[in-house]
RNA sequence: GGUCCUGUGGCCGAGUGGCUAGGCAGAGCUCUGCAAAAGCUUGUACAGCGGUUCGAAUCCGCUCGGGACCUCCA
């Protein structure tokens, strides 16, 4: 659909550019995955339900997508007094279990929380255990190209040097002299710095120690690989030396994604990526979350309310419609009070696409049904902005609502390019779905012949009838409403 | 210490040099047997101090908060 001016913010010049794929209709898109070491957390729905969206305005825009999402099950290191020792394989001793089985176990975890969360499948989900050779060609064209070397069965890259004709810091904004003088005084002892010929450097292959599980051989002896090089290695394999899109959080700015660059460039001569993309981060309470403060939540304890800083259990699409709610860029702050505040305002939209479906049209039509649609993709035409986007949604809402409740009308057509629009906004794009519908046409069927009952105490005059019926089934989970054109029920 | 980002009404959270964000909560009204839901009305915010400007919450500077990253840490 050319029609559309998407834009975007492109981390590489910090402002929002026109979106262009390489191949026209086409766009390939590499977001960065979860370490799958333990539990799905809060930070991880994040970036994927941010791009999970982009990746549905994509394909509805008529893109052809391909999505690819690495799983890391090898190489990172533990930065403790373990130093060394493979984060996956020190979880495996302490739970008595292979590495492997620990991958497994957390990866189908993860997919759990996806589905949950209503994100998409990806196209390809490619692990980096299952792309050690792919690396292990990639960092032999680096050193082929002079930009690493060999040290003691390690492989780093050669920062110094590669920076001397690229620019090296460009899309974190860092610049070389002050990571080489490490002006901080409060810099950490760096495992491995000694094989290094300059600090900057970071590694590309790892020797592994004898006590190390996650090995592999390789021509610098038996290792592991380093960090960055799977990203590259995958994304260049699914996607091609040149791609459209790479997302991740903001934390992988630096070094991960500036080393990403640089391998790339080292091995292939291209830059990578056409336009990166970052999503902010989540604190809690105003605080930064993480492990030292013990404000990380799971994902799971969301949906169940099992931790002791939730007030109660918030739905996987209460949490997502709450990251829509901010813009991507934005730091989005989680307190109970704005879960609380999500998830009736979900509500109210949902209850508002229900009513849709039994609107009826009028004669003529008080709103301008199109500048809405039009203002919709304009939003998300402007750098992905689901908050401005979930306004006029709501705006919608209203109009639904008030159409029903018989202040305003709306034509035929307009219904139609209304239902047309909000559905496919709210379920398609933004991926939202009803998550306390009805239970099957048995169900709705006992419930008719309920409220029939009650309906006709209620013409009898006969109120504790009818309130003894509303509130027994309120009582087992049935909410229901008198309206004018009958009465409604919905599952709390 | 360095680089970058950020500070909006009771809460969350958009945005723009002058004109309405939106959601939640609150208040009043309407509808209703009562509820619930919904509709209408209502709030006059932009950290502080200077500066630029006809005009700034929006641009610049400083101050004070908050955050991310600073080499293997989502």
Known sequence: MLTHQLHITNSLSRKKEKFESIVPGRVGMYVCGPTVYGHPHLGHARPYITFDVFYR????????????????????????????EDKIAKKARLEQLEPMEIVELYTQKFH???????????????????HIIEQIEM????????WAYESKGSVYFDVVN????????????????????????????????AEKRNP????????????HIMRWPSPWGDGFPGWHIECSAMSTKYLGETFDIHGGGMDLLFPHHESEVAQSKGACGKAPVRYWMHNNMITINGQKMGKSLGNF???????????????????????????????????????????????KGLSRLMNAAQTLRRLTSGASSTSDIPSLQKACYEAMDDDLNTAITLSHLFECARIINSVHAGTE?????DLELLKNFFTE?????????????????????????????????????????????????AAIGFKIKDEKSGTSWTRE
């Open 57 to 84: 305005y994509l394909t509805h825009l008529g893109y052809k997508v391909r999505y690819v999402r690495n799983i890391t099950d090898v190489g990172h290191l533990e930065n403790d007094a373990d130093s060394g």
């Open 112 to 130: 759990e929380a996806m589905h949950l969360l209503n994100n998409l499948p990806v196209n390809i989900e490619p692990r980096a255990s299952g």
């Open 139 to 146: 960092i032999k064209s680096i050193i082929a190209n002079g």
């Open 162 to 193: 590669y920076s001397k004709t690229h620019d090296y810091g460009k899309l974190s904004g860092r610049v070389i002299d002050e990571l080489i003088a490490g002006a901080g005084n409060e810099r950490r002892e760096l495992e491995g710095q």
């Open 200 to 211: 900057a450097d970071f590694a590309l292959w790892k020797k592994a120690a004898p006590e």
């Open 297 to 343: 939540i799971n994902l799971e304890e969301f949906f169940t309310g099992s931790h002791k800083l939730l007030e109660q259990a918030y739905s996987p699409m209460t949490i997502r419609f709450f990251i829509l709610q901010a813009h991507y860029r934005s730091p989005v702050d989680f307190s109970n009070e704005g879960l609380k505040a999500a998830e």
């Open 409 to 413: 009308t709306i034509t035929a057509a």
């Open 425 to 473: 906004f709210v379920f398609s794009i933004l991926g939202l779905k009803e998550e306390s519908v009805g239970g099957g046409s048995d169900i709705d069927a006992l419930l008719q012949m309920i409220l029939k009952v009650r309906t006709d105490a209620k013409a009898n005059k006969d109120f504790s009838t009818s309130d003894k019926i509303r509130d027994e089934l």
